[in-house]
């Protein structure tokens, strides 16, 4: 997710899961190869387990992407045959490669020549008007003769003219039996799952049927839901860390980039949703927003932040200065 699930926010989420697969934003091949690619694949080695996934068209660019991922230490390296977005699309990458499957099967097999990790492809139910199920088994019965043995699934199909990638995300209907069904069709592929997920109930739900789920935004705005992941579905019984400890573990961090010269906002953008759906939620995002973004905003931030919402009592009176209904302290 594009501006999203960068390297902060991956670390801030390894702190919640031990063994959850995390993935970087798209990077396109092209970006690589004429940009600073030490920058654009930097990560932390503490954020593994890790997915490279990279955008494009060209056998020989994707070949040398997949390479540098590799070099720099990713667990996996993915193509991204999904997203809809138009101006990926003009580019040539993205969703509208499920009509050319010929075209991924030679991507992937010049990434896998060029590389030891696994190569996989993350793809949608189909295109446009190509969005029988049967285009989908021929999309990845091509793509699979290459040996690629995972395929992430997001189970709606995209529109490449007409909707925004925020409409693609909700207008299609998901089609979840289609992943099932795909699955039974290639039980020796690994079918992970992705699209709609909320919760870590679906996702269990979803496990009957398929090897593996993705779940994207809503581990973005409830990051805390990965916090149980790691007992729920990977069978690790260490004890769940509280809200509070990961941010006391968080701080560290904090420090080591600001000396790089990092700014606080810059990591605190990706934790106002820590305490989603819990007393002082509210209050722990506006003193986010508010005070992290200034001058010299430094760990002192998240400390006090994290008093006010422990702080937090009940929801019958407002803040000082609140103009509705929040929470009293």
Not at 172 to 197: C, H, M, S, T
Request: with cysteine; charged share 20%; hydrophobic share 40%.
């Amino acid at each position: 997710m594009l501006d999203w699930t960068d390297r902060h926010y991956r670390y801030f989420a390894r702190l919640l899961s031990r063994h959850t697969l995390l993935y970087s934003e798209m990077i396109t091949a092209a970006a690589l190869r004429h940009g600073d690619a030490s920058r654009l694949l930097a990560f932390d080695e503490r954020e593994k387990p890790l997915a490279l996934q990279l955008g494009g068209s060209d056998p020989t660019l994707m070949a040398d992407a997949a390479r540098l991922g590799a070099a720099q230490g990713y667990d996996e390296i993915n193509l991204n045959v999904g997203c809809p977005s138009p101006r990926v699309s003009q580019g040539r990458f993205g969703a509208c490669l499920m009509l050319e499957p010929e075209l991924v099967a030679e991507c992937v097999a010049a990434m896998q020549a060029a590389v030891d990790v696994p190569v996989t492809v993350k793809t949608r139910l189909g295109v446009d008007h190509q969005d029988s199920y049967e285009f989908l088994c021929r999309f990845v019965a091509t793509v699979a003769q290459t040996g690629c043995g995972r395929f992430i699934i997001h189970a709606r199909k995209a529109w490449l003219e007409g909707l925004s990638p925020k409409q693609n995300r909700e207008i299609p209907p998901l089609r979840y039996e289609w992943v099932y069904a795909l699955k039974q069709a290639f039980p020796q592929l690994d079918i992970i799952l992705n699209g709609g997920v909320q919760n870590l109930e679906q996702a269990e739900s979803h496990l009957r049927q398929v090897d593996g789920v993705m779940i994207g935004r809503a581990a973005y705005h409830d990051p805390y839901l990965l916090a149980q992941a790691d007992g729920r579905i990977y069978g690790d019984e260490h004890p769940i860390p509280e809200r509070a400890e990961i941010v006391e573990r968080l701080l560290p961090y904090i420090a080591e980039q600001q000396a790089q010269g990092t700014r606080l906002h810059s990591i605190t953008r990706h934790m106002l949703g820590l305490f989603h759906n819990q007393a002082g939620g509210r209050i722990w995002r506006r003193h986010l927003s508010t005070h992290g973004v200034r001058a010299g905003a430094d760990g002192r931030v998240l400390k006090a932040a994290l008093t006010l919402a422990a702080s937090v009592k009940n929801l019958s009176q407002p803040l000082p200065g609140e103009s509705g209904p929040e929470y009293t302290i």
